[in-house]
């Protein structure tokens, strides 16, 4: 009898850390991330005119140093960086100016690149890390490599030194400023992201790309009828003694 009670705990205990255990999932939208909030990086954008205001000829996109602070449209901050000696530039999809950005996102998308775009020497960051200071439950955005060709990215978010979850994407960038950056997005059970990695897994010598960032503070629902542990227990109970039974039968 005390075998069985000790049986039956322990996979009481099972079952119930199983569900406790925090969950993700991969979203490949901004709706299905249930985003209700973004870091728009239209607030990276600083053109220099090099001191020939009438000249726009000259102008230039000017990169931040990392880290960069970031607010989102809610007013909520975050840290993003890629790196000691790290630089991102925010640019424009299809812009005529100094912050033109050429790639697979929609006309006119603001976008944040890891790099200094003026400059011909590589390699570029091929990740960032983006730190919020009001935890979320999801994160997701369009990405892409800033070279021609296929690529594969990945996205790893974490709560504290605890990884919830990756997630990965591909896609091809064929410089046709088409919208058709993938969407590379997770969400969690629990409002309890941190710190969200971004990472080009391969054709990633000249750095990455992404447009606005979404976030949302609405954890997915795993399941709405989870068991009570009295329920888990007496499920236990029953499993347990159901092999006790077998046993003695065969014996």
Request: glycine share 10%.
């Amino acid at each position: 009898m005390r075998r069985f009670r000790l049986v039956a705990a322990a996979t009481a205990l099972f079952l119930m850390a199983g569900l406790a255990q925090a969950a993700t999932i991969q979203v490949g939208s901004a709706a299905a991330l249930g985003a209700n909030d973004s870091f728009d990086w239209g607030q990276l954008i600083d053109i220099d005119d090099n001191g020939t205001p009438a000249d726009p000829s000259d102008d230039f996109a000017v990169p931040q140093n990392s880290p960069v602070a970031v607010v989102s449209s809610l007013g909520r901050n975050a840290i993003i960086s890629d790196g000691p000696g790290g630089q991102f530039t925010g640019l424009t999809e299809g812009s005529d100016g100094a912050d033109h950005f050429s790639g697979i996102f929609a006309i006119g998308d603001a976008v944040l690149f890891t790099g200094d775009p003026s400059s011909d020497f590589g390699p570029f960051p091929d990740r960032f890390t983006m730190t919020f200071v009001t935890l979320v439950a999801g994160v997701g955005t369009q990405i892409q490599s800033n070279s021609f060709g296929p690529f594969t990215a990945s996205l790893e978010v974490f709560s504290g030194a605890t990884s919830l979850g990756i997630v990965s994407v591909g896609g091809n960038n064929d410089f046709s400023e088409s919208n058709t950056a993938p969407f590379l997005g997770i969400r969690s059970d629990a409002a309890n992201i941190d710190r969200a990695v971004f990472i080009l897994t391969s054709n990633a010598e000249q750095g990455l790309a992404v447009n606005r960032l979404f976030t949302t503070d609405t954890p997915f629902v795993v399941n709405s009828e989870v068991p009570e542990p009295a329920s888990l227990l007496l499920l236990s109970t029953g499993l347990a003694g159901a092999a006790i039974r077998r046993r003695r039968h065969r014996q």
